[in-house]
């Protein structure tokens, strides 16, 4: 394990150390670079400990894109959604006096137009330095997962940005701990944010068609995280895959060997660990719509308050909103799809509904489209299309979709096969969906 772990860092820090050059996959990019502090680093707690950093160097990247660049791609794009935003978000901005509504997409247009720039290099090096880096988190998670398990203390423990303390375990940091059991989240607040980005590039590599060995990797290391959302999203990626019913000597092996790890473990006090932080979840408490379902809840309490006071729809409420009172009247509302509705209204938070439209509408196309109800159904419980990292993550996966759909091309080659054929050395043809 340890001889990996040097090997992905040794492979990260050559990558890091190359210069750029447009005409080559092999060179890093500064687009990559961005994508990946913006995307993948922004959203840890441990970027929180400096007030405003997030959105200071949102700022920063743009200016030095637009002082790199000698023309804004899509501009028209960009202003116009720009100003469909701004003039939307005057509405509830006008109705509660308080302007600040006209930043709360702050961190989604500047995603946007981030993406926007991005050609077809700067996203797959972005995905495969990300797959790499999620590797090594994945590494550390279950080595921490064994050292808290053995009775290991946390070295050291800090708070979220929302007041929940955060325990670093030698290698991953969690919020979610009972006595000597972990869900480890990386270097994010919580399991469920770690299994989010997780999830998004498993999504990347299966729309770019890049290595699926890597993806299945970060999807099964990912089930460390003891996610509902992951189980999901690994279900709906699993069934997009065309070539899985196609049996093999060596994934007859890997089952085995699998099989056999699970049997050793049944009869170990992991077992019980596992059993009561994750396979009790699935079991039928009656609550929720189906066995592990702890969300449906929390949709229709937001639901009820929504249908009492329907002027929310609209306008949301007052950005210092004290959600206790609703709490205790309507029950636990937590993350749901109808939380941004609640908290902003329709006229500042329609980008989200028609993301999820895009996605829903897309996903029954082809069976490599099935890939996103898996990601539709992450979203249900994680709106964050404005919360920065996060509008990255989803805007790519809207930026990928459109891509794969109109097969926007060059010289007829579908960008990441040509790519690919660039890395290899080769001529590859565009292949059917």
């Known amino acids: 394990m340890v001889s990996i772990l040097v090997i992905l860092l040794k492979k990260t820090l050559l990558m890091l150390s190359k210069s750029y050059y447009n005409d080559s996959i092999n060179q890093l990019r500064y687009n990559a670079v961005f994508l990946f502090i913006i995307g993948i680093l922004l959203i840890s707690p441990l970027m929180a400990l400096i007030p405003k950093f997030s959105t200071f160097l949102n700022l920063i990247i743009i200016v030095i894109i637009l002082v790199r660049q000698k023309k804004i791609k899509y501009f028209k794009l960009i202003f116009f959604v720009i100003i469909a935003t701004i003039t939307t978000s005057i509405v509830p901005a006008i109705y509660h006096n308080d302007f600040q509504y006209l930043l709360l997409s702050y961190f989604f247009i500047s995603s946007l137009f981030i993406v926007l720039q991005c050609d077809k290099i700067d996203i797959i090096q972005f995905v495969e330095f990300s797959t790499n880096f999620i590797i090594i988190l994945l590494i550390g998670a279950l080595i921490g997962f064994f050292y808290a398990f053995i009775g290991g203390p946390p070295i050291f423990t800090f708070s979220n940005p929302n007041g929940i303390p955060n325990e670093v375990f030698l290698t991953t940091m969690t919020n979610s701990r009972w006595i000597n059991i972990i869900r480890p989240s990386g270097i994010y607040d919580e399991p469920g944010a770690f299994s989010f980005f997780i999830c998004s590039i498993a999504l990347f590599r299966k729309i770019l068609n890049l290595k699926p060995a890597k993806t299945w990797i970060i999807l099964l290391l990912g089930l460390i995280t003891f996610s509902v959302a992951h189980i999901l999203y690994l279900l709906f990626h699993i069934l997009s895959e065309k070539k899985l019913i196609k049996i093999n000597f060596s994934k007859v092996i890997i089952f085995f060997i699998l099989f056999i790890f699970l049997l050793i473990i049944s009869f170990t006090p992991v077992w019980d660990a596992i059993d009561m932080i994750f396979l009790s979840r ?29 002027s929310v729809i609209y306008f949301g409420k007052p950005l210092n909103t004290d959600f206790d009172n609703i709490v ?71 930026r990928l979709l459109y891509i794969y759909n109109t097969n926007e091309k060059e010289n007829n080659v579908n960008f990441w096969y040509k790519a690919r054929s660039h890395q290899n050395g080769a001529t590859v043809s565009c292949p059917k969906k």
Do not use: C
């Open 282 to 310: 699935f079991k039928n408490t009656g609550v929720g719509l189906f066995p592990g379902d702890n969300r449906s809840d929390m949709f229709f309490n937001t639901w009820n308050y929504i249908y009492d006071n329907p």
């Open 328 to 398: 205790s009247e309507y029950g636990n509302i937590g993350a749901n799809m109808l939380m941004n509705l609640l908290r902003w209204g329709f006229f500042a938070s329609w980008q989200f509904y028609l993301i999820l439209l895009f996605f829903i509408l897309n996903s029954f196309k082809t069976r490599t489209h099935i890939v996103y109800i898996g990601f539709v159904l992450i979203l249900f419980q994680r709106e964050f299309v404005y919360v920065v990292s996060y509008s990255m993550m989803i805007i790519l996966a809207v």
